[in-house]
């Protein structure tokens, strides 16, 4: 998958501490994660941050105020890289301050020898890779003079949020020219589908309601495990779980969406009916430079099948623009086939070289950059209009809404279509219930509404 671009720090009201080392009331310790790149990194950070937790470190809101800063980075874009670059910066000068103090880089920008990174930033003490806690880990319970692992209990978040990220298959085996993933995050590894469960069922228990499935190709989850199991045993063995409402799956790859999957988001529950499936570009000579492994005919035809078998499915996608040699005529292919499909959402992103690839190592990167940004420019207005009509369709409607949170005085949620949807507020507590909303107003981002009850009527007017 082409990750989506995106950066949190830990907030400290988010986590709770569940299990405590020995030694931890004694001498507050604190920590702050700065993340950066796609879902798997989010969920990452969410797990280390439950390690460190349980050796009863705090999260703190600023790197400066931490005895131990991670920046879990990416680089899948140039940009991304940029803002990792920016933020050592940041915590190099914390370092002169604090000897003492803990400074780790982690994820997509460590590769498997880490000697240049090291020469670059000599104050880093330690280089991890994507899911790799143990360096950090065994230099803090060596600190504490502990043995972490007999401290550490589950990993899961004990307070989740009511949307819980969870990775199922790491690593990809498909090598995209333009890609650094597969060799970064390496081969493919799925895990068992009964540990997957009980963490399902413990995050449930917890007061999730909606599990997002994680992998860089999530459709193929299950193939390397005895018994031949698949996403739609997998989806279809959460279905029966009490306390959880929904799930979800990110991210898939055209080639590797089976019919059973397909038929497990029309059948079962509570799978909900929003698919993301980067097309990354319109045209075949170029699929083919990227190594994606489907032509644009099979991409549409998948895209019918899809939409024939689940009703009302949300579709997005994910599309690079101004790849090696990309001509005009082959981006104008792209821009017709998002015009034909008219997908819920579209992430777009300028190609970007990422050495180490086989893009970087066999083509030229042609297109100049004020042409790449212009071809998102282009992307970007075609999938707003799109977006405009998509979301004016639904004014009127009820929605189901899961309530995730508020924001500037509202509530807010998403439907099973993964809209954006804000709500008055009415003085209740809605966190983590199912509700439905009836859309008045729509934008191409975010629908507004009031919620109703089931039969359609306003629900503050029938006090319920
Ligand atoms: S190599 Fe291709 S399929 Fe694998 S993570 Fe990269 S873009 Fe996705």
Redesign the pocket.
Same mark, same amino acid.
Do not use: E, S
């Given at each position: *998958? #082409? @990750?989506h671009e995106l950066s949190f720090s830990r907030a400290p009201s988010l986590q709770v501490v569940t299990q405590v080392a020995p030694g931890a009331a004694e001498q507050p310790r604190s920590y702050y994660i700065w993340t950066i790149g796609c879902q798997m990194n989010r969920a990452d950070s969410e797990r280390l941050a439950s390690a460190l937790e349980q050796l009863g470190y705090r999260p703190v809101a600023a790197p400066g105020a931490a005895d131990v800063i991670v920046l879990n980075s990416c680089v899948?874009r140039q940009s991304a890289e940029d803002k990792v670059s920016g933020m050592l910066g940041l915590v190099k000068p914390l370092k002169q301050r604090r000897p003492d103090r803990v400074i780790a880089l982690m994820g997509c920008m460590v590769g498997p020898r880490p000697e240049q990174l090291q020469q670059r930033f000599p104050f880093v003490d330690l280089f991890m890779q994507p899911q790799e806690y143990r360096p950090l880990l065994d230099l803090l319970g060596d600190r504490l003079g502990i043995d972490w692992e007999g401290c550490l209990g589950s990993l899961l978040p004990s307070q989740p949020s009511v949307t819980t990220l969870v990775p199922i298959i790491h690593g990809? =085996? +498909? *090598?995209?020219s333009?890609? /650094? /993933? @597969?060799y970064r +995050?390496g081969r493919e590894r799925s895990r068992p589908l009964e540990e997957l469960v009980h963490e399902a069922h413990m995050l449930a228990q917890r007061g999730v309601r909606e599990i997002t499935l994680l992998g #860089?190709?999530v459709d193929r989850y299950g193939h390397d495990l005895p018994g031949q199991r698949d996403l739609a045993d997998l989806l279809a063995a959460l279905d029966a779980l009490e306390g959880l409402a929904r799930t979800r799956f990110l991210?898939s790859?055209p080639a590797d969406m089976s019919e059973r999957i397909i038929r497990a988001v029309a059948h079962l529950d509570k799978v909900c009916e929003h698919i993301n499936i @980067?097309v #990354?570009a319109g045209d075949d000579d170029v699929l083919q430079a *990227? +190594? +994606?492994g489907y032509s644009r005919d099979d991409y549409l035809r998948l895209i019918e099948r899809v939409r024939r078998a689940v009703l009302g499915v949300a579709l997005s996608t =994910?599309v690079i623009v101004g790849f090696c040699g990309e001509t005009e005529a082959q981006f104008q292919r792209t821009l017709e086939l998002l015009a034909e499909v008219r997908f819920d959402k579209v992430h777009v992103a300028p190609y970007s070289t990422r050495p180490g690839t086989i893009a970087s190592r066999k083509l030229e990167d042609s297109v100049p950059w004020e042409e790449k940004r212009r071809r998102v420019k282009a992307v970007e207005e075609l999938q707003e209009r799109i977006a405009t009509e998509i979301n004016a369709s639904l004014l009127g409607t009820a929605q189901e809404v899961l309530v995730d949170g508020r924001e500037k005085g509202k509530w807010k949620g998403r439907t099973r279509t993964d809209k954006l949807v804000f709500f008055e507020d009415g003085g209740h507590d809605y966190l983590g219930q199912l509700v439905q909303v009836r859309i008045m107003k729509t934008s191409p981002w975010s629908l507004q509404g009031t919620r109703v009850d089931r039969a359609g009527t306003q629900a503050e007017a029938t006090g319920l």
């Open positions: *998958m #082409q @990750p899948v990809c =085996d +498909r *090598m995209c333009f890609c /650094i /993933i @597969p +995050r #860089q190709i991210t790859h @980067p #990354q *990227m +190594r +994606r =994910d």
